[in-house]
């Protein structure tokens, strides 16, 4: 039976390490090769290899546990449905593994950013925000429930480019090189895209305090 993203870990040893007792004597290609003849032992010995750096990639983009190991899973049954598929002229398994953990995690973030975002990420980018706006006295800062809805009303006035810009730069660390290269964009067009969506996030956060101010 293959692996799912439930019993990742329930793997039973055969197949591959039944011929050694040291993993570590396998490369990452002879396992991959391992996982396209669905030997759950080499899968098993890749996932172990990897998993930690995979997952701290995924931690890193979406700063939340439980979505990471789900992404985590999904980037390993994507492994284990497509080894068969891999193409080795494209470079080293790891840094192959690390991409697709990369991108599974920006579009679970893209996704989360699409329908709602959540108090975490809301309260992480508003401080960014207030952190640029001079004209905000600390103790005029509405309630953490009142600044997640005030930011997701700003957030909605952004459009796609923006967000997106905005997300791989304060929730990913990405440069500015690297959105540009990310979203496939010339290097200006991310450099204005970040600016103008701070821009209008300080703009209407600003706005909304002053009508709370005025009343």
Not at 45 to 52: E, G, I, K, M, N
Not at 104 to 126: C, G, H, P, V, Y
Not at 136 to 151: F, G
Not at 157 to 183: C, M, P, V, W
């Amino acid at each position: 039976m293959s692996p799912t993203g439930n019993d990742l870990d329930e793997h039973e040893h055969r197949g591959l390490l039944e011929e050694t007792d040291s993993s570590t004597e396998f490369t990452d290609s002879e396992l991959l090769c391992g996982i396209a003849k669905n030997d759950e032992s080499a899968f098993e010995v890749l996932y172990d290899r990897y998993s930690p750096t995979l997952y701290a990639i995924c931690l890193r983009i979406l700063r939340h546990d439980v979505e990471a190991r789900e992404v985590l899973s999904e980037v390993f049954l994507e492994v284990w449905e497509k080894a068969s598929r891999y193409d080795y002229q494209r470079g080293s398994i790891q840094a192959f593994l690390s991409t697709l953990a990369r991108c599974r995690s920006i579009d679970r973030l893209r996704a989360n950013t699409s329908k709602t975002f959540s108090q975490t990420r809301l309260s992480e980018l508003w401080y960014f925000a207030l952190s640029h706006t001079t004209t905000l006295a600390p103790q005029e800062q509405l309630e953490r429930s009142e600044e997640i809805t005030v930011l997701r009303d700003a957030m909605l006035k952004l459009n796609e480019l923006q967000r997106e810009a905005l997300i791989l730069a304060y929730f990913d660390g990405r440069t500015h090189t690297e959105i540009s290269q990310s979203l496939k964009i010339p290097l200006g067009t991310a450099k204005t895209a970040i600016r103008r969506g701070i821009t209008i996030l300080r703009e209407y956060i600003a706005g909304v305090k002053n009508q709370e101010v005025e009343q």
